[in-house]
């Protein structure tokens, strides 16, 4: 089987080429296309495929199967005929930016904590990087900013085949065990690495890295990073979202902060005399229930909360059922049933109310709260007959 000539390795990236299509055949609705050089880079390593046209068809995917590069297309080709292929170098500039800032805090964190690089992925807005050891948020902060210093200094990002023997005598960061040729990408002051992607010339084209979010993963931290162009995206999406709120808030730029912190402050307020209001309406409620009575009220805007503290209130002026009932905004009825007469289980009336009305929820002997599907009349006649001695 001939190998596929790889052009997407060439700097400057190479945009259009003409090459021999070699073969042609359907998959599905697309076709797998092989030709005898190419400069569409194959998925692999973490690193997404390129994209573009081929012969004048959408080039949908890219692989790399038995040394030859198969390009998913969404139109056939002849198999013999010379065709022209131009690779989008918007995308691969992207797709390469954030590669190499991949490596550039890789190595900087490999350095810095000899943290592995277990897992890498790059995503459609963001790309993830595994550690292997945990890292403290100052550890994060101070490998960004070591990084970004190496994208800044512009220095040149060198791409070799090494062989077997070569390897010997090279200090480098690999996953796995490697046999030559091997290609190793390197980036002066900040990482040697086996690699079969894509990386820009120079790293000041990365422009710069910043991890956005992290968690806790396994026995280290997941990343999430951006990368240049999507930096920029990142940053301005930020930008607009703040300018948003804002203008919700009546804010001045670099006001924001003290903005959100006052009117979360006004809302707290807000809640606690909402809540005490509730408290008040629902002792007027139960000054009407008689002793021994049930009391099954159904109420407009309650949460669990409220249909608890009502429960509560009714259960202060009788020891027989108190249920209440709020609509939810799903169609569907929220409850809470008490009660305080010695000896009393409510979990046995739950259950039958759940099956009779489709419905979920339990508790404790003297309280259970849930949802159900019904009309509150029917449920309120429902509950009458089973309390009937």
């Given at each position: 089987?001939?190998?596929t ?5 060439i ?5 259009e080429?003409a090459?021999r ?6 998959e599905?609705?697309a076709?797998?296309?092989t030709?005898d050089?190419?400069a569409?880079y ?6 997404p495929a390129?994209r573009?046209t081929?012969?004048?068809?959408d080039?949908l ?6 040394g ?6 969404s139109a056939?080709?002849?198999?013999g005929?010379?065709?022209t ?6 995308r691969?500039?992207?797709?390469s ?7 550039i805090?890789s190595g900087?964190l490999?350095?810095?904590f000899?943290?592995?690089?277990v897992g890498f992925?790059?995503?459609q807005?963001?790309l993830?990087?595994d ?11 101070e490998?960004?900013?070591r990084a970004n210093?190496?994208i800044?200094?512009?220095?040149p990002v060198?791409?070799?085949w090494?062989t077997k023997?070569?390897?010997a005598?090279l200090?480098?960061?690999?996953k796995?065990?490697l046999?030559?040729?091997v290609?190793i ?6 990482d040697?690495?086996?690699?079969c ?5 120079r790293?000041?084209?990365?422009g710069?890295?910043k ?8 026995s280290?931290?997941?990343?999430f990073v951006v990368?240049?162009?999507r930096a ?7 930008r ?13 730029a670099?006001?924001l902060a ?17 809540v ?7 002792a007027?409620?139960?000054?009407g229930?008689?002793?021994?009575e049930?009391a099954?009220?159904l109420?407009?805007?309650l949460?669990?909360?409220?249909l608890r503290r009502?429960?509560?209130a009714?259960s202060?002026?009788?020891t027989?059922?108190?249920a209440?009932f709020?609509?939810?905004?799903n169609g569907t009825l ?8 010695p000896?009393?289980?409510l979990?046995?009336l739950?259950k039958?109310l759940?099956?009779a ?7 404790k002997?003297?309280?259970?709260q849930?949802?159900?599907t019904g009309?509150?009349?029917a449920?309120q ?5 089973a309390?009937?001695?």
């Amino acid at each position: 089987m001939t190998q596929t000539e790889a052009l997407y390795y060439i700097q400057p990236p190479v945009g259009e080429f003409a090459a021999r299509v070699l073969s042609c055949t359907q998959e599905g609705e697309a076709w797998a296309v092989t030709l005898d050089r190419t400069a569409f880079y194959p998925e692999g390593g973490g690193q997404p495929a390129d994209r573009g046209t081929l012969g004048g068809a959408d080039v949908l995917d890219v692989h790399e199967k038995g040394g030859q590069v198969v390009h998913r297309l969404s139109a056939p080709l002849t198999a013999g005929e010379t065709v022209t292929g131009n690779v989008d170098l918007d995308r691969r500039l992207e797709m390469s930016q954030q590669h190499t800032g991949e490596h550039i805090l890789s190595g900087t964190l490999h350095a810095m904590f000899g943290a592995e690089n277990v897992g890498f992925h790059i995503g459609q807005d963001y790309l993830t990087m595994d550690t292997s050891v945990p890292i403290s948020d100052e550890g994060l902060a101070e490998a960004e900013a070591r990084a970004n210093r190496v994208i800044w200094q512009d220095v040149p990002v060198e791409a070799l085949w090494h062989t077997k023997e070569e390897l010997a005598d090279l200090t480098y960061r690999s996953k796995k065990e490697l046999e030559g040729p091997v290609r190793i990408v390197t980036v002066p002051g900040a990482d040697c690495c086996a690699c079969c992607g894509t990386h820009v010339e120079r790293t000041g084209q990365v422009g710069m890295v910043k991890i956005i979010d992290w968690q806790n993963y396994k026995s280290g931290v997941r990343l999430f990073v951006v990368c240049g162009v999507r930096a920029l995206r990142y940053f301005e999406a930020q930008r607009a979202e703040a300018a948003a709120i804002r203008a919700t808030l009546s804010a001045k730029a670099g006001q924001l902060a003290e903005a959100v912190q006052r009117q979360s402050s006004e809302l707290e307020a807000a809640r606690y005399r909402s809540v005490q209001a509730e408290n008040e309406l629902f002792a007027v409620l139960a000054e009407g229930v008689q002793p021994g009575e049930a009391a099954i009220l159904l109420r407009p805007n309650l949460g669990p909360d409220g249909l608890r503290r009502l429960c509560a209130a009714l259960s202060e002026h009788t020891t027989g059922l108190c249920a209440a009932f709020s609509p939810t905004g799903n169609g569907t009825l929220a409850y809470a049933l008490a009660c305080t007469a010695p000896g009393t289980d409510l979990r046995g009336l739950c259950k039958q109310l759940n099956q009779a009305f489709a419905g979920r929820g339990g508790g404790k002997p003297g309280f259970v709260q849930g949802s159900l599907t019904g009309e509150f009349d029917a449920v309120q006649a429902f509950l009458r007959d089973a309390i009937q001695p």
